[in-house]
């Protein structure tokens, strides 16, 4: 087989930044949708949705209304990810690209606790799901497309760990077991076509990450548990490690077309890695990090395109620095590197197979929301309206019994005395937890005696031992009670406040007759 260097022109190599939106400094890359860079890009309220970059511009992929989605792969017309429900629990997503359009698809499987989609290729997504969460061991979870399309993917022992991590021409791989001791696998399918890639010998632990071109990657972890980049085609006798001399760890996350890529490091931990590009071989590699100017001191490859004479690898790079006696992320974004094949490749084929729904095409019915999206869009929508100054239109969406304390205008008075800076709200996160009613009303009778007279608009000192710090009004009940919330409002991030948000207000979402509305209303301390 060729060397890196004889199939690929080192001189041709260029660095490029994909822009940001304006307000947003931090990104990580994803994978490659076609040759269309994707990542996922930090915003306001710990969101970090994901975005496609279409001629060198980028475009935010969405899901219905919710807001707090997330990406870890791409392939050539599809993007794996989830969307999180008020508990913060996962739902596997995909995103199929129609024309320049991304339509999302959940994929989460009914009476599941948590999913998420890892990777996707070929029509197939795989990843993982718990049925109940701390309970039942992980599954992989693969899928073609659709919900219904599920199958769980197992190992020997059904009752052990499996990770499902990436896909390719119908083949899967993850991982069989837990921590550092679990077997890099690959699946065909089905649970009955399970390969244990683990090879022989001293390595304690291997993970196979991704899969592309007939070849498996990953990482395998010796005795002292350092690991090293890893490759495989299809079975254990067939185990390479890619870690070069020099460099005591090291990892690799994607492979196309014979070429291997991920990261190696020097030290046994911490941030200063460098992305690495292999072609089978330990010694035969590119450190990709050379080719980054100041003040990027770290990086590593999240995905690979070869089309033709053309290599495109994705990564991120990041600005390490010490701070004292620690390293901080001081800066992190998606950068591409772009060379020229001496070989020329096949060129890529822009459009797999995939099942694809939408709610445009004829007789195609909107899908109903779930209670989880109902309830998010509850708290999504009144803390729009308080963002927007809105105070009429978020009145509307209390519950009668919190209607009749507050005018809007009062309650735009009690919204703008509990403000933590002079800054104005431009953002609002929504939060959940598993709080029961009976929990919440056992908090407020052992702190404040189930004092009736604390409301909304006669307290003046709110949370002093925590929420709930007034009354829960008795029209709550557990019929109707669906939520606990918190609603994180949070400045314009070029401002130049310090705080992570400038407004807290607490919520419990009830159900009146089918309609999600705001039954219990406080703020923050």
Same mark, same amino acid.
């Given at each position: 087989?060729?060397?890196?260097?004889?199939?690929?022109?080192?001189?041709?190599?260029?660095?490029?930044?994909?822009?940001?939106?304006?307000?947003?400094?931090?990104?990580?890359?994803?994978?490659?949708?076609?040759?269309?860079?994707?990542?996922?890009?930090?915003?306001? @309220?710990?969101?970090?949705?994901?975005?496609?970059?279409?001629?060198?511009?980028?475009?935010?992929?969405?899901?219905?209304?919710?807001?707090?989605?997330?990406?870890?792969?791409?392939?050539?017309?599809?993007?794996?990810?989830?969307?999180?429900?008020?508990?913060?629990?996962?739902?596997?997503?995909?995103?199929? /690209?129609?024309?320049?359009?991304?339509?999302?698809?959940?994929?989460?499987?009914? +009476?599941?606790?948590?999913?998420?989609?890892?990777?996707?290729?070929?029509?197939?997504?795989?990843?993982?799901?718990?049925?109940?969460?701390?309970? !039942?061991?992980?599954?992989?979870?693969?899928?073609?497309?659709?919900?219904?399309?599920?199958?769980?993917?197992?190992?020997?022992?059904?009752?052990?760990?499996?990770?499902?991590?990436?896909?390719?021409?119908?083949?899967?791989?993850?991982?069989?077991?837990?921590?550092?001791?679990?077997?890099?696998?690959?699946?065909?399918?089905?649970?009955?076509?399970?390969? !244990?890639?683990?090879?022989? @010998?001293?390595?304690?632990?291997?993970?196979?990450?991704?899969?592309?071109?007939?070849?498996?990657?990953?990482?395998?972890?010796?005795?002292?548990?350092? @690991?090293?980049?890893?490759?495989?085609? @299809?079975?254990?006798?067939?185990?390479?490690?890619?870690?070069?001399?020099?460099?005591?760890?090291?990892?690799?996350?994607?492979?196309?077309?014979?070429?291997?890529?991920?990261?190696?490091?020097?030290?046994?931990?911490?941030?200063?890695?460098?992305?690495?590009?292999?072609?089978?071989?330990?010694?035969?590699?590119?450190?990709?990090?050379?080719?980054?100017?100041?003040?990027?001191?770290?990086?590593?490859?999240?995905?690979?395109?070869?089309?033709?004479?053309?290599?495109?690898?994705?990564?991120?790079?990041?600005?390490?620095?010490?701070?004292?006696?620690?390293?901080?992320?001081?800066? %992190?974004?998606?950068?591409?590197?772009?060379?020229?094949?001496?070989?020329?490749?096949?060129?890529?084929?822009?459009?797999?197979?995939?099942?694809? %729904?939408?709610?445009?095409?004829? +007789?195609?019915?909107?899908?109903?929301?779930?209670?989880?999206?109902?309830?998010?869009?509850?708290?999504?929508?009144?803390?729009?309206?308080?963002?927007? /100054?809105?105070?009429?239109?978020? /009145?509307?969406?209390?519950?009668?019994?919190?209607?009749?304390?507050?005018?809007?205008?009062?309650?735009?008075?009690?919204?703008?005395?509990?403000?933590?800076?002079?800054?104005?709200?431009?953002?609002?996160?929504?939060?959940?937890?598993?709080?029961?009613?009976?929990?919440?009303?056992?908090?407020?009778?052992?702190?404040?005696? !189930?004092? /009736?007279?604390?409301?909304?608009?006669?307290?003046?000192?709110?949370?002093?031992?925590?929420?709930?710090?007034?009354?829960?009004?008795?029209?709550?009940?557990?019929? +109707?009670?669906?939520?606990?919330?918190?609603?994180?409002?949070?400045?314009?991030?070029?401002?130049?406040?310090?705080?992570?948000?400038?407004?807290?207000?607490?919520?419990?979402?009830?159900?009146? !007759?089918?309609?999600?509305?705001?039954?219990?209303?406080?703020?923050?301390?």
């Amino acid at each position: 087989m060729p060397s890196l260097r004889e199939r690929l022109d080192t001189s041709s190599i260029t660095v490029a930044f994909p822009p940001l939106p304006k307000g947003r400094n931090r990104a990580a890359a994803i994978g490659f949708c076609g040759s269309d860079p994707v990542a996922t890009i930090e915003g306001p @309220g710990n969101t970090a949705p994901p975005w496609r970059w279409i001629n060198g511009k980028p475009e935010q992929l969405t899901f219905q209304d919710v807001k707090k989605i997330g990406a870890t792969g791409a392939s050539a017309n599809q993007v794996a990810g989830l969307w999180y429900t008020p508990k913060e629990d996962e739902r596997a997503l995909v995103w199929t /690209r129609s024309g320049n359009a991304m339509h999302g698809t959940e994929l989460h499987p009914e +009476n599941w606790q948590k999913s998420n989609a890892l990777a996707c290729s070929d029509g197939q997504q795989i990843g993982y799901g718990y049925v109940k969460f701390a309970k !039942d061991p992980c599954r992989a979870l693969l899928w073609s497309g659709t919900r219904e399309s599920l199958v769980v993917l197992t190992g020997p022992d059904p009752a052990v760990e499996v990770m499902g991590e990436g896909v390719s021409a119908g083949i899967q791989v993850g991982s069989y077991g837990g921590s550092m001791h679990k077997h890099a696998c690959l699946w065909r399918g089905s649970s009955a076509s399970f390969v !244990d890639l683990h090879p022989e @010998g001293d390595l304690v632990g291997s993970d196979a990450s991704a899969a592309g071109d007939g070849q498996q990657v990953g990482v395998a972890w010796d005795a002292e548990l350092a @690991g090293n980049a890893a490759v495989w085609s @299809g079975s254990p006798e067939s185990f390479r490690s890619l870690g070069p001399k020099g460099f005591v760890r090291s990892g690799a996350s994607h492979c196309a077309r014979g070429f291997q890529a991920g990261w190696v490091g020097r030290k046994d931990r911490g941030m200063l890695i460098r992305a690495a590009l292999w072609n089978g071989e330990s010694e035969d590699w590119l450190d990709l990090q050379d080719f980054l100017p100041d003040p990027w001191t770290a990086s590593w490859v999240r995905g690979l395109y070869v089309s033709g004479d053309r290599l495109l690898i994705l990564g991120t790079a990041q600005q390490a620095v010490m701070s004292g006696n620690y390293e901080v992320n001081a800066g %992190q974004a998606p950068v591409i590197w772009e060379a020229r094949l001496r070989i020329a490749e096949e060129r890529a084929h822009e459009h797999e197979p995939a099942v694809l %729904q939408t709610v445009n095409e004829k +007789n195609e019915a909107v899908p109903t929301p779930s209670a989880e999206q109902r309830i998010a869009r509850a708290a999504q929508d009144f803390g729009q309206a308080i963002v927007e /100054r809105d105070f009429k239109t978020a /009145r509307t969406l209390l519950a009668p019994w919190l209607q009749k304390q507050a005018t809007a205008k009062k309650l735009q008075t009690i919204i703008a005395k509990q403000m933590i800076s002079d800054d104005r709200p431009t953002d609002c996160a929504a939060i959940g937890n598993d709080s029961t009613l009976d929990e919440l009303r056992a908090h407020y009778i052992e702190y404040h005696k !189930d004092d /009736r007279t604390r409301t909304l608009t006669t307290t003046e000192e709110f949370g002093t031992w925590g929420p709930p710090s007034i009354h829960i009004a008795d029209e709550i009940t557990a019929a +109707n009670f669906r939520q606990w919330m918190w609603l994180d409002f949070t400045p314009d991030p070029e401002s130049e406040s310090l705080v992570d948000y400038c407004l807290r207000l607490y919520v419990i979402i009830v159900d009146l !007759d089918g309609v999600m509305k705001i039954g219990h209303l406080e703020p923050g301390e």
